[in-house]
């Protein structure tokens, strides 16, 4: 089984600035993926950025960026120059070799001017 | 490419009806999943579909159902409504092979009166 944990329940940000969004997950299986999405008001979940495991690079997505610690089972999402737009719920997820999506339970980003 | 659509986007429904709703993956895709997202138990897999197969379910009541047609598209029925059953019902697309990144649709808001 797998689990994700995402223990900030809101995150607050001033336009331009960075925040870190955490997340830590579990998981028994060698070869997963990571993603991290993004769902705004319209409930419709978007893309954020995904990692490989077997990847030590980290990866990076124009503003958006991680911080994979395979050892430490942790994968935080790195928003630089926030902008109004990203105002939304971010969900971290896992996939292992079947292809379901655990999730977490997200973190509220709030972007103030 | 066209992204994910879901048909009907807003269902009313009562206690003991049925319900199906539709999913019509990106073009190429070969894999939808669905999920069912709550307030009280977040975004939870229901069940994936590859080439008109089942490929892997998660734990839901045998009320839920869904199959895959030749040209990929995905039907979900959810039998005997219970209130517990409203929800956003998201379905997602992705080539086929295992771990690939999942796109989803704008999903389909179900409320059970």
């Known amino acids: 089984a797998q689990t994700v944990t995402q223990s900030q329940p809101e995150m607050s940000v001033q336009e331009a600035e960075t925040v870190t969004l955490s997340c830590t997950y579990d998981?028994?299986?060698?070869?997963?993926?990571l993603f991290w999405y993004k769902q705004p008001p319209s409930r419709q979940m978007i893309l954020v950025i995904r990692?490989?495991?077997?990847?030590?690079q980290n990866a990076t997505e124009n503003r958006f960026s991680v911080n994979f610690q395979k050892a430490a089972k942790s994968f935080s999402l790195k928003i630089s120059d926030s902008q109004l737009g990203d105002a939304a719920m971010y969900f971290c997820?896992?996939?292992?070799?079947?292809?379901?999506?655990?999730f977490g339970t997200g973190t509220r980003l709030q972007v103030t001017l | 490419k066209a992204g994910v659509t879901q048909t009907p986007r807003y269902l009313i429904k009562t206690r003991g009806q049925q319900v199906t709703l539709s999913c019509s993956p990106i073009?190429?895709?070969?894999?939808v999943s669905w999920y069912q997202q709550t307030p009280g138990q977040g975004l939870q897999f229901l069940f994936e579909?590859?080439?008109?197969?089942?490929?892997n379910k998660g734990n839901f009541p045998g009320r839920f159902s869904g199959r895959q047609f030749s040209n990929s598209r995905s039907e979900m029925n959810v039998s005997t409504l219970e209130l517990g059953d409203s929800a956003l019902y998201l379905c997602?697309?992705?080539?086929?092979?295992?771990?690939?990144?999942?796109?989803f649709g704008p999903g389909t808001r179900l409320l059970v009166l």
């Open positions: 997602a697309s992705s080539g086929g092979g295992r771990q690939e990144t999942q796109y």
């Open positions: 998981t028994s299986e060698s070869d997963y993926y």
């Open positions: 990692q490989e495991a077997y990847k030590q």
């Open positions: 997820s896992i996939t292992g070799t079947a292809s379901k999506l655990t």
């Open positions: 073009s190429g895709h070969r894999s």
């Open positions: 579909y590859f080439s008109e197969t089942q490929r």
